[in-house]
C-alpha cells in the first residue's frame, strides 16, 4: 500500500478560522491544532496532516505583501516534506493573494490550495467544511504517482479554479469565486471530476522551486467612468514614486480619446510608468487597436493585458517590476502567459 500524502494547512486568518462565542455572540480564533475536534470527518481522508497557523490571524482586509512573502516562506521550508498544501486566508483578498503567490512560485510542481468560506466554522450552515474537506482531498490526489494538480488554485463551493483567473464576485452567496475567463478545473459532486484538459504543469524540465519574494507595491488600480476629471487622471499618475498602471478601461480595452488623457498616459510611460489595459468587463479580454478608441493607446505604448483579471494583472505587475526589466523585457512578459493567467 502506497504511503499516505502528507499535506500541510496554513491558516493565515478569515472567516474559515473563527467559532462564535454563542454567550456574547462575537467571533474568535480557534487553535488550528484542533481541527479534527471541529471536523472529525477529516479523520476519513486518507492523508497525515499537520497544520500551521499565523501567530496572529490577519483579516484579508490587512493583508498585504508582506503576509503573502510570510505565506511563500512556510511553503518554501516545507516544500519538501509535504505532498501538498492548504491555504486558509479570507475570501475578500483571497483572489489577489492567490494570484501574488502564483507568480511569487516558480516551478511549482505541487499543489496550492487557497480555501476558506463565507460562514464560520461553527456555524450550523456553514460552507468551511465541505470548502476545507474537498481542499484537502484534493491537494492528496494523485496519478500515476504524480500530484493530479500542480499550479496555485483557489476552492469554494464545489469548484476548483485556476487562483489567478478569479474573482470574487459575492459576499453574500457561498459561490462566492468566478473564473469568467477559464473553466474550473475541477467540480465535486458525487465524484471528484477533474478537468485534466485544462490544469498547469510547468513547461520547464527542472523542477527546482524558485521562490520570488521581491514585490514592488508603488502601482495603482486607475478605474475610467465618465465624466473622470484631467485633474483626478494628473494627481494620480503624478504619485511619487509610482512604478505601475493597471488601467480598467472600457469593454474590449477602450478609453477616451481626448488629448488631454492621451498626453498624460504619454508622459507617465516616458517616466518609465508602466501602464497596463484590462477591461472593466467580468469576462473577455483587451484588444487594443479593435476600436479607434484603443488604437491611441497601443500607438503610445500601453501594454496590453489581454483576458487577465485586475487581481491578476496587479500581482503580475508587482512581480515583473521586481525583475528589473527594461521596457521591452517588460512588455513581453507582461503580454505571455507566466502561469496561465491569460490566454496565449
Same mark, same amino acid.
Given at each position: 500500500?502506497?504511503? *499516505?500524502?502528507?499535506? /500541510?494547512?496554513?491558516?493565515?486568518?478569515?472567516?474559515?478560522?473563527?467559532?462564535?462565542?454563542?454567550?456574547?455572540?462575537? @467571533? *474568535?480564533?480557534?487553535?488550528?491544532?484542533?481541527?479534527?475536534? !471541529?471536523?472529525?470527518?477529516?479523520?476519513?481522508?486518507?492523508?497525515? /496532516?499537520?497544520? =500551521?497557523?499565523?501567530?496572529?490571524?490577519?483579516?484579508?482586509?490587512?493583508?498585504?505583501?508582506?503576509?503573502?512573502?510570510?505565506?511563500?516562506?512556510?511553503?518554501?521550508?516545507?516544500?519538501?516534506?509535504?505532498?501538498?498544501?492548504?491555504?486558509?486566508?479570507?475570501?475578500?483578498?483571497?483572489?489577489?493573494?492567490?494570484?501574488?503567490?502564483?507568480?511569487?512560485?516558480?516551478?511549482?510542481? *505541487?499543489?496550492?490550495?487557497?480555501?476558506?468560506?463565507?460562514?464560520?466554522?461553527?456555524?450550523?450552515?456553514?460552507?468551511?467544511?465541505?470548502?476545507?474537506?474537498?481542499?484537502?482531498?484534493?491537494?492528496?490526489?494523485?496519478?500515476?504517482?504524480?500530484?493530479?494538480?500542480?499550479?496555485?488554485?483557489?476552492?469554494?463551493?464545489?469548484?476548483?479554479?485556476?487562483?489567478?483567473?478569479?474573482?470574487?464576485?459575492?459576499?453574500?452567496?457561498?459561490?462566492?469565486?468566478?473564473?469568467?475567463?477559464?473553466?474550473?478545473?475541477?467540480?465535486?459532486?458525487?465524484?471528484?471530476?477533474?478537468?485534466?484538459?485544462?490544469?498547469?504543469?510547468? !513547461?520547464?524540465?527542472?523542477?527546482?522551486?524558485?521562490?520570488?519574494?521581491?514585490?514592488?507595491?508603488?502601482?495603482?488600480?486607475?478605474?475610467?467612468?465618465?465624466?473622470?476629471?484631467?485633474?483626478?487622471?494628473?494627481? @494620480? @499618475?503624478?504619485?511619487?514614486?509610482?512604478?505601475?498602471?493597471?488601467?480598467?478601461?472600457?469593454?474590449?480595452?477602450?478609453?477616451?480619446?481626448?488629448?488631454?488623457?492621451?498626453? /498624460?498616459?504619454? !508622459?507617465?510611460?516616458?517616466?518609465?510608468? *508602466? =501602464?497596463?489595459?484590462?477591461?472593466?468587463?467580468?469576462?473577455?479580454?483587451?484588444?487594443?487597436?479593435?476600436?479607434?478608441?484603443?488604437?491611441?493607446?497601443?500607438?503610445?505604448?500601453?501594454?496590453?493585458?489581454?483576458?487577465?483579471?485586475?487581481?491578476?494583472?496587479?500581482?503580475?505587475?508587482?512581480?515583473?517590476?521586481?525583475?528589473? @526589466?527594461?521596457?521591452?523585457?517588460? !512588455?513581453?512578459?507582461?503580454?505571455?502567459? /507566466?502561469?496561465?493567467?491569460?490566454?496565449?
Amino acid at each position: 500500500m502506497a504511503n *499516505k500524502p502528507n499535506i /500541510l494547512i496554513i491558516y493565515t486568518g478569515g472567516t474559515i478560522g473563527m467559532i462564535k462565542d454563542y454567550k456574547t455572540q462575537a @467571533l *474568535k480564533a480557534f487553535d488550528f491544532s484542533q481541527i479534527i475536534q !471541529k471536523i472529525p470527518e477529516i479523520e476519513q481522508l486518507n492523508c497525515n /496532516l499537520k497544520t =500551521i497557523s499565523f501567530e496572529d490571524p490577519i483579516d484579508s482586509s490587512n493583508m498585504d505583501t508582506s503576509y503573502y512573502v510570510e505565506i511563500a516562506e512556510i511553503l518554501e521550508k516545507n516544500y519538501n516534506n509535504f505532498d501538498g498544501f492548504v491555504v486558509l486566508t479570507g475570501s475578500d483578498t483571497m483572489s489577489y493573494i492567490s494570484s501574488a503567490l502564483s507568480f511569487m512560485l516558480e516551478n511549482l510542481s *505541487k499543489p496550492v490550495i487557497f480555501t476558506g468560506s463565507q460562514l464560520p466554522i461553527g456555524d450550523l450552515r456553514t460552507d468551511a467544511k465541505e470548502n476545507l474537506i474537498t481542499s484537502i482531498e484534493i491537494a492528496c490526489s494523485q496519478k500515476n504517482g504524480l500530484p493530479v494538480i500542480q499550479e496555485v488554485c483557489l476552492y469554494f463551493e464545489y469548484k476548483l479554479y485556476r487562483a489567478n483567473r478569479t474573482t470574487k464576485i459575492s459576499a453574500e452567496q457561498f459561490e462566492a469565486f468566478a473564473s469568467m475567463n477559464y473553466p474550473p478545473l475541477a467540480e465535486s459532486g458525487v465524484n471528484l471530476y477533474f478537468n485534466d484538459y485544462y490544469l498547469y504543469h510547468s !513547461k520547464k524540465e527542472s523542477k527546482n522551486l524558485i521562490v520570488r519574494k521581491s514585490l514592488v507595491t508603488d502601482v495603482l488600480v486607475l478605474k475610467l467612468f465618465p465624466g473622470i476629471t484631467e485633474n483626478t487622471v494628473k494627481s @494620480l @499618475l503624478a504619485i511619487e514614486n509610482l512604478k505601475g498602471v493597471v488601467l480598467e478601461s472600457y469593454g474590449a480595452g477602450n478609453a477616451p480619446s481626448k488629448e488631454w488623457f492621451l498626453n /498624460l498616459l504619454k !508622459k507617465a510611460i516616458k517616466k518609465n510608468i *508602466k =501602464i497596463v489595459n484590462v477591461t472593466q468587463c467580468s469576462g473577455g479580454s483587451v484588444k487594443q487597436g479593435h476600436y479607434e478608441t484603443s488604437f491611441s493607446l497601443k500607438e503610445i505604448g500601453v501594454i496590453s493585458g489581454k483576458d487577465i483579471t485586475t487581481e491578476s494583472a496587479v500581482s503580475k505587475m508587482m512581480y515583473l517590476l521586481a525583475e528589473n @526589466l527594461n521596457e521591452t523585457e517588460f !512588455k513581453n512578459y507582461f503580454e505571455m502567459p /507566466l502561469r496561465g493567467e491569460m490566454s496565449d
